[in-house]
Every structure is written in structure tokens, then in C-alpha cells.
């Protein structure tokens, strides 16, 4: 893995945009959140987020979900 250049939210679920070591960008996959603490690569995961801090993590997610329900009722 070389880095993380995305977020998105599937359903309930993180995941991140990955650009592979050796590989052009047009072969970048999205990968779950799980796959990439299976991979050992969240040292990576958290240097994308300090990089992008408007983007919340999954462990923040549920915050930001009720924050937003918060402002929407």
C-alpha cells in the first residue's frame, strides 16, 4: 500500500481510496476500514486523516452522525 486518497461512506461502513505501491492510479480500489487494520496499514489510514480532518474517522462516525441529527431535527 503507498496511500490513502479517499474517503467514502457505504452504508454504515468506512471506506478509503487506496493507491497501491507499484501500480498506477487507475488500478486504486476502495477497501474497507477492516481490511486496512488487517493489513496493518492504519498508520497510513490516521496520516490521510490529520491531512484531512473535516473527514471523520470511523471511530468518530457515530458522533458526527448524531451531530448531524442533532442539526437536521
Do not use: C
Not at 478509503?16 to 496499514?41: C, F, I, M
Amino acid at each position: 500500500m503507498d496511500k490513502v486518497t479517499g474517503m467514502r461512506m457505504k452504508g454504515d461502513d468506512v471506506e478509503y481510496r487506496v493507491k497501491w505501491k507499484g501500480y498506477s492510479s487507475k488500478d486504486n480500489t476502495w477497501e474497507p476500514r477492516q481490511h486496512l487494520v488487517e493489513y496493518g496499514a492504519m498508520d497510513i489510514v490516521s496520516k490521510w486523516h490529520r491531512k484531512n480532518p473535516d473527514r471523520p474517522d470511523d471511530h468518530h462516525k457515530k458522533f458526527y452522525v448524531s451531530l448531524k441529527m442533532v442539526f437536521v431535527v
